[in-house]
């Protein structure tokens, strides 16, 4: 699909305004890529995880750090001895204040690749307190590919269970000693149950792909609500996507359902609103990333960050990851990042991201490659950001597109302007009082850098046609 196109917004954004400090294990390194998976609780401690290589037979592991001091400090990781590599432990992630719970979908049971869930104190310790498996396991299943907590409420995923990789969510809830199983839920004929588990007003939305997808892809959400004995459907809140885009993520704003599609050559950002039976769409924007292709979305309060997991054009580069605030009904790009390592080669850095209301978790996890991958990962707080409100200076570009000259505007004083194709190659240009010639550019995306007497950077996009 093609959608109509609104557009939200296209303010200005700051390019590394700041530099971060990347994350990394201090003790007990094993495995590789790390910050392949993020997540935060809210006592300022941030899990990185790395991944399982099986050349090394190196096991992965998750490690937990405590910023309460302003720097980062590794105060344990977690593991279990007795798995292996082929265990792919910590392939996914979840905590809370009270538990730290891993997925090793991989873990051979009864039958191989049953897989199994770990529950681990969220505490200094991180005493490993129960090991779940699925109730009727059976091979290739998976259990634990994807899991989310909600309250006492422990979500598992096997989404190559039961035939035609139909998939299933399991249910945990915490009884004040235990998780113990509630129930399972199924949708015989929805292939890749389960791809993505989450929660909006307790409600939880659970992913489904189909057959010419992967389980990281989707196209549809089924809605569930708790009756006080078992999640039901809630068929009126179920979303299916009818265009041929794929869906990367979801999120939801001011009772909005986001979703962020591509169609393997442009990146959208669709907003649905419910009229009472069902969600209709509101909105589109086109993200106008160039080549890289989206993967994530997170959301919190007015703050939105898009991360990218893939580009068209063979060409190693940094991966961007962007900042969004919501404000006069749209939402603004305000900020970009991009990770510390080497520039021009493959970093992932935003493929996977993690956000509270304090501030954001980055992972970072072929930086520093060729492989085996170290990895890293970044934590940014919000108030390390400057304003926190994230109102920036304004660098404009009109017309746009454009096809003979762009004329620059902008409320702060730029001492030195750069032009950029869409691959990262520096171009040649002239300029007089603001005005770019651009006649000699070939139709495209272009990207213009101005420098502030600070050194701040910032960034907007143009097209020639």
Do not use: C
Request: charged content about 15%.
């Amino acid at each position: 699909m093609k959608p109509l196109v609104f557009v939200f917004a296209f303010i200005s954004l700051i390019t590394n305004s700041q530099t971060l400090t990347p994350v990394y294990p201090s003790s007990g390194f094993s495995g590789n890529a790390f910050g392949k998976r993020v997540a935060l609780d809210d006592n300022n401690h941030l899990f990185a995880t790395t991944q399982n290589t099986s050349f090394n037979a190196q096991k992965g592991a998750i490690y937990r750090f405590d910023y309460t001091s302003g720097n980062a400090v590794q105060t344990n990781f977690y593991e279990v001895p007795t798995l292996t590599a082929e265990d792919d432990f910590a392939y996914s992630l979840d905590v809370n204040q009270n538990f730290v719970v891993a997925g090793a979908p991989g873990k051979d049971g009864s039958v191989a690749n049953s897989g199994s869930v770990y529950v681990f104190e969220n505490s200094t310790p991180g005493t490993l307190v129960q090991t779940l498996t699925a109730p009727n396991p059976a091979a290739e299943d998976q259990f634990g590919k994807n899991i989310h907590l909600l309250g006492n409420f422990l979500f598992v995923s096997q989404v190559t269970s039961l035939s035609g990789n139909a998939g299933s969510v399991y249910v945990y809830q915490f009884n004040g000693t235990a998780y113990t199983f509630v129930q399972q839920i199924t949708a015989p004929g929805t292939p890749y149950f389960g791809s993505k588990i989450w929660t909006h007003n307790n409600r939880i939305y659970i992913g489904n792909g189909n057959l010419y997808y992967t389980s990281g892809d989707f196209q549809s959400l089924k809605a569930y609500d708790w009756n006080g004995n078992s999640w039901i459907e809630n068929t009126a809140f179920n979303f299916t996507n009818t265009s041929a885009n794929v869906i990367k993520d979801f999120a939801f704003h001011n009772d909005n359902l986001l979703v962020l599609t591509n169609d393997y050559s442009d990146n959208y950002l669709t907003r649905f609103v419910h009229d009472g039976s069902m969600w209709t769409n509101s909105a589109t924007m086109n993200l106008n990333y160039g080549d890289s292709m989206v993967n994530v979305m997170k959301i919190e309060g007015d703050f939105m960050a898009i991360g990218t997991n893939n580009y068209v054009l063979q060409m190693e580069r940094k991966f961007p990851l962007r900042f969004y605030q919501y404000a006069n009904n749209t939402w603004n790009l305000t900020l970009t990042l991009y990770g510390q390592g080497p520039d021009l080669q493959d970093d992932a850095f935003g493929s996977v991201i993690a956000m509270n209301n304090t501030g954001l978790a980055i992972g970072s996890p072929q930086e520093n490659n060729p492989g085996p991958y170290d990895g890293k990962a970044y934590y940014v707080p919000f108030s390390s950001l400057g304003n926190p409100t994230f109102l920036t200076a304004t660098l404009n570009i009109a017309p746009n597109p454009a096809h003979e000259y762009i004329q620059i505007t902008a409320d702060f004083n730029y001492q030195k302007l750069a032009l950029f194709d869409v691959s990262g190659k520096s171009l040649a240009f002239s300029t007089e009082n603001g005005r770019i010639p651009i006649t000699h550019l070939e139709n495209g995306m272009y990207i213009l850098q101005a420098t502030d007497e600070n050194g701040k950077i910032f960034t907007t996009k143009f097209l020639k046609n």
